[in-house]
């Protein structure tokens, strides 16, 4: 049995999406002391949240023989979490909150979006916008007084990985497309059907399936879109189309996302993708030379949500904090 450490006082970090739940466990110095990875902690994506945040964080205590009663803060960012003014689904706040009570931890808790996370993360605290899409979509800006404001409230959505699958399965069951395009194949092969009459039957049931279910089986298929994007017209296309959509809500927060240049990130499993992201650093160059510009994510979205709970203890987070979180937290405990 591992020996629980009592002596030393940490923070605990979440990132809760639609696909993964992610958590971090680190030392007010910046050590990392243990991390798991989970499934889906998005109460609007997933039915078992409750089951799969309060899972991973037992593992990642678990992992690191680690004692509940050491956490000092706890700062989580999960997917339908409501923020004001937000034009996405209604949820629960309270209840979306108390996915992160899990047994033994009475530290102060910090509940937030994860589009917050993800902007902390990736811009260090400095005001801009970022991009966020993979099982759910957020095109959020802070300004340099910390004043949030989302696309959403400009009445505008971009759309996720699985909108992007709807696009292409459109446009195969629309005959908009070369038969012999890449992508044709793989979208059949995803959907284990013979042909595009057995598309559409598969398209028609799944419009009767579990809301949830429906979503997971069209956003599975991203990667593969994203992937051919540069050898197969469709794919490039339906990511065409995606990018312009981003491009329009990031041009909408310019005004409000602090001063020029306006610094712009990309976190999620689609907005990482090179063939999303180079065509939406493209749009926004042709479209606003000067005014916006993309700049890398300095950490991932988990990463964020660590920097919240450390403030929230008192830790002054800065570059040299940020720099050892970057090599502390690395990509392969968030995959």
Same mark, same amino acid.
């Given at each position: 049995?591992?020996?629980?450490?009592?002596?030393?006082? =940490?923070?605990?970090?979440?990132?809760?999406?639609?696909?993964?739940? $992610?958590?971090?466990?680190?030392?007010?110095?910046?050590?990392?002391?243990?991390?798991?990875? #989970?499934?889906?902690?998005?109460?609007?994506?997933?039915?078992?949240?409750?089951?799969?945040? $309060?899972?991973? &964080?037992? !593992?990642?205590? #678990? @992992?690191?023989?680690?004692?509940?009663?050491?956490?000092?803060?706890? %700062?989580?960012?999960?997917?339908?979490?409501?923020?004001?003014?937000?034009?996405?689904?209604?949820?629960?706040?309270?209840?979306?909150?108390?996915?992160?009570?899990?047994?033994?931890?009475?530290?102060?808790?910090?509940?937030?979006?994860?589009?917050?996370?993800?902007? $902390?993360?990736?811009?260090?605290?400095?005001?801009?916008?970022?991009?966020?899409?993979?099982?759910?979509?957020? &095109?959020?800006?802070?300004?340099?007084?910390?004043?949030? +404001?989302? @696309?959403?409230?400009?009445?505008?959505?971009?759309?996720?990985?699985?909108?992007?699958?709807?696009?292409?399965?459109?446009?195969?069951?629309?005959?908009?497309?070369?038969? +012999?395009?890449?992508?044709?194949?793989?979208?059949?092969?995803? =959907?284990?059907?013979?042909?595009?009459?057995?598309?559409?039957?598969?398209?028609?049931?799944?419009?009767?399936?579990?809301?949830?279910?429906?979503?997971?089986?069209?956003?599975? =298929?991203?990667?593969?879109?994203?992937?051919?994007?540069?050898?197969? @017209?469709?794919?490039?296309?339906?990511?065409?189309?995606?990018?312009?959509?981003?491009?329009?809500?990031? $041009?909408?927060?310019?005004?409000?996302?602090?001063?020029?240049?306006?610094?712009? %990130?990309? +976190?999620?499993?689609?907005?990482?993708?090179?063939? =999303? !992201?180079?065509?939406?650093?493209?749009?926004?160059?042709?479209?606003?030379?000067?005014?916006?510009?993309?700049?890398? @994510?300095?950490?991932?979205?988990?990463?964020?949500?660590?920097?919240?709970?450390?403030?929230?203890?008192?830790?002054?987070?800065?570059?040299?904090?940020?720099?050892?979180?970057?090599?502390?937290?690395?990509?392969?405990?968030?995959?």
């Amino acid at each position: 049995m591992i020996q629980a450490r009592t002596q030393q006082e =940490f923070v605990i970090g979440i990132d809760a999406g639609g696909t993964h739940t $992610r958590v971090v466990c680190v030392a007010r110095d910046g050590t990392r002391l243990a991390a798991a990875v #989970g499934g889906g902690g998005a109460p609007h994506h997933n039915d078992d949240a409750l089951e799969n945040i $309060r899972g991973t &964080i037992s !593992r990642a205590l #678990g @992992s690191g023989g680690l004692d509940p009663a050491g956490a000092v803060a706890l %700062a989580a960012g999960i997917a339908g979490f409501d923020r004001d003014g937000s034009n996405q689904d209604g949820g629960d706040n309270a209840r979306t909150a108390a996915l992160v009570d899990a047994p033994g931890l009475d530290c102060p808790k910090i509940v937030v979006n994860d589009a917050v996370i993800a902007h $902390r993360g990736a811009l260090s605290g400095r005001p801009g916008i970022v991009v966020v899409a993979g099982t759910g979509s957020m &095109i959020l800006a802070i300004d340099e007084v910390g004043d949030e +404001t989302e @696309s959403g409230q400009l009445e505008h959505y971009a759309g996720a990985a699985r909108h992007l699958v709807h696009d292409v399965v459109q446009q195969i069951l629309m005959g908009d497309c070369t038969w +012999t395009d890449p992508l044709v194949t793989a979208a059949l092969d995803h =959907f284990d059907v013979p042909d595009v009459a057995g598309l559409h039957a598969a398209v028609l049931a799944r419009s009767s399936a579990h809301r949830n279910d429906a979503k997971r089986s069209y956003g599975d =298929f991203a990667p593969q879109v994203t992937a051919l994007g540069e050898k197969s @017209s469709l794919a490039g296309r339906a990511l065409d189309d995606l990018a312009a959509r981003t491009a329009r809500g990031v $041009r909408l927060l310019a005004p409000v996302a602090g001063p020029r240049p306006v610094a712009v %990130a990309c +976190t999620g499993s689609l907005a990482d993708a090179s063939s =999303f !992201r180079d065509r939406l650093e493209r749009l926004l160059d042709e479209a606003a030379p000067g005014i916006l510009e993309m700049v890398p @994510s300095r950490l991932a979205p988990l990463g964020g949500a660590a920097i919240l709970a450390l403030e929230a203890t008192g830790v002054e987070v800065d570059g040299t904090m940020i720099d050892r979180l970057a090599a502390r937290i690395p990509s392969a405990v968030l995959t």
